[in-house]
Every structure is written in C-alpha cells, then in structure tokens.
C-alpha cells in the first residue's frame, strides 16, 4: 500500500480512476439514450436507428471536466519532475493499450480484454474527440497525439522542490 502513495503512481492511478469513473457516465448515459431513441419512433424506412447522436460530444466534455478538476486537486502539489515521470508511465501504457488494440484488429477480431483495460486510458477522451472533431475522421495517426495528453498535467507543478 505504501506503493501505490509514491508520486510516481499518481498520474496512472488519477488517470485510471477518472478513466473508470467516465466509463461508468458512459454507461448510464447509454442506457438512457437507446431509451430515448426507441421513443422518438422508427425511421422513414420503417426500422428503428440507433445512433449514439451526441453521446461521443457529451463525454467528451465529461471527461474534459474530470480531467482537469482531477489534475487540480490530486496532481497539483507535485513537482514538474514527478510528473513528468508518473505522466511518462501513463504514455507507455496508453500506447500499449493501442498497440494491443491495433494489433488485435489486425488479427481479425477486438479483445474484450484490451476494451476493459481500455477504461484506464479515457481520462483522455477528450482529446482524441477533439482530433476527430476537427480532421472529421478516425485513423490511428489522429490517435497517438492525444497519448501524450498526460504531459498536460505540467500545468499543476511545482517547479522545484521546496527546500
């Protein structure tokens, strides 16, 4: 347990516990829509559509939210060194969460493994969203900026310590 207090581990457990918390509002807020939809009637074809409409802009601006107010109060007290590493860790993981991805598609299918572990690394949603948003298409390229999303918790440190 001493472990996990080292400034090392904040970054990934802050992000980790933020990822899950906007998996859980994605969730709720899934279950609600389709609700929703059902209710507005079918389409001009006669079938019902379910679209995620704007759950992905939703979430997004959640999960904005929740990484900044985390970064705020949990992150804030460290020195730009510490977070720079424990920030570094998060990268790495990030980018092994995609390479598992990729490489899982690329294989033929989608791991349900690598989609749970995948909840860790939506504390960053927003950023990737944003990137779609913007260049109005998905691709791996558009991807891996928004890994980097951690390094913005510099904003909070300390440039030094205090002696």
């Given at each position: ?7 090392i581990w904040r ?11 906007c ?7 899934s ?9 507005q009637g ?8 379910l679209t995620?409409g ?5 979430m997004?601006v959640?999960?904005f939210v929740?990484f900044?107010?985390?970064g705020w109060?949990?992150?804030r ?6 977070i720079?590493?424990s920030?570094?860790i998060m ?7 995609l390479?598992?991805?990729?490489i899982s598609?690329?294989?033929g299918g989608y791991?349900l493994w690598?989609y749970r572990f ?7 949603l927003?950023?990737?969203q ?5 260049f ?9 900026p928004?890994?980097?999303?951690p390094?913005?918790?510099l904003v909070f440190g ?6």
């Amino acid at each position: 347990m001493e472990t996990l207090k080292k400034p090392i581990w904040r970054v990934p457990l802050v992000l980790g516990g933020t990822g899950l918390v906007c998996r859980i509002i994605g969730y709720i807020l899934s279950f609600l829509w389709v609700p929703i939809q059902i209710a507005q009637g079918p389409g001009p074809e006669g079938s019902y559509v379910l679209t995620t409409g704007h759950l992905s802009a939703i979430m997004a601006v959640i999960s904005f939210v929740l990484f900044w107010l985390a970064g705020w109060r949990l992150i804030r007290g460290l020195t730009r060194r510490e977070i720079f590493l424990s920030a570094s860790i998060m990268v790495l993981v990030c980018a092994a969460l995609l390479a598992w991805k990729q490489i899982s598609q690329a294989l033929g299918g989608y791991s349900l493994w690598a989609y749970r572990f995948y909840a860790l690394a939506e504390g960053t949603l927003w950023a990737s969203q944003l990137l779609y948003r913007v260049f109005d298409a998905v691709t791996v390229p558009l991807t891996v900026p928004s890994l980097f999303v951690p390094y913005l918790y510099l904003v909070f440190g300390r440039r030094s310590v205090s002696s």
